[in-house]
């Protein structure tokens, strides 16, 4: 198994306060992502990062942003939680040679109330 | 805009017979297409891959479809086993790009 690990796995928080996740890696891999899962959406990418300090936005990076100042880790805070950032979030790792698949971390479950 | 399309939420098969799952996309630029599989409370997990080049790849009981002209994939499992239970999403991504785009997933239960 690819080493990820996901810090908290779980989180409950209040409207407005910051919240940072970690994803950690331990395999070197040079792409970086993070999910969010939602009942009827499936898994929607909101920031991957290329490299270190090389990060772009995905379909649904509105209220968030990232940070990937180390190979392993990359970062994702939520500024000001809201209510419609409950979710689960999910980190991915992925080497583009030779392979191409990512591989996910466990999660983390957040709940803004 | 859903780019990857999994139209059937829920599947349920007996087991050992054969479990498809199916998988549209809209963009033609998408060339690598992925099955994964999930568990409750735990993270996708990749199950097979193909690439645009090849219209089958095969993994044991797994094998995937790709018909690029009706723009579909499909997942097939034989025989389908109770700890199959999962949800199954596809993915597909282009090779000039670096996102992947999910479906919604379909969930498929095996019944003993």
């Known amino acids: 198994d690819a080493g990820i690990t996901q810090s908290p796995r779980h989180k409950v928080t209040e409207t407005g306060t910051p919240v940072t996740l970690r994803c950690h890696q331990t395999e070197n891999h040079r792409y970086m992502y993070w999910y969010r899962q939602d009942p009827g959406h499936g898994l929607r990418l909101i920031h991957y990062s290329y490299g270190v300090k090389d990060t772009d936005k995905g379909e649904v990076s509105d209220g968030y942003s990232v940070s990937r100042s180390k190979t392993e880790d990359f970062l994702l805070t939520l500024e000001s939680a809201t209510s419609s950032q409950t979710s689960v979030y999910f980190c991915a790792i992925r080497e583009r040679e030779p392979l191409n698949e990512q591989f996910f971390g466990p999660g983390t479950r957040l709940t803004v109330l | 805009d859903q780019q990857v399309k999994q139209n059937s939420p829920s599947l349920s098969v007996q087991e050992g017979r054969i479990s498809i799952l199916n998988c549209d996309y809209t963009?033609?630029?998408?060339?690598?297409f992925l099955w994964y599989k999930k568990y409750p409370a735990e993270g996708p997990t990749f199950l097979i891959s193909i690439s645009s080049i090849k219209d089958k790849n095969e993994d044991g009981r797994f094998t995937v479809f790709l018909n690029k002209s009706a723009k579909h994939l499909s997942l097939h499992i034989v025989p389908s086993q109770p700890g199959d239970s999962a949800v199954y999403f596809c993915a597909a991504s282009a090779n000039t790009g670096n996102q992947f785009y999910f479906g919604t997933g379909t969930s498929l239960t095996v019944i003993p």
């Open positions: 963009n033609s630029m998408f060339d690598y």
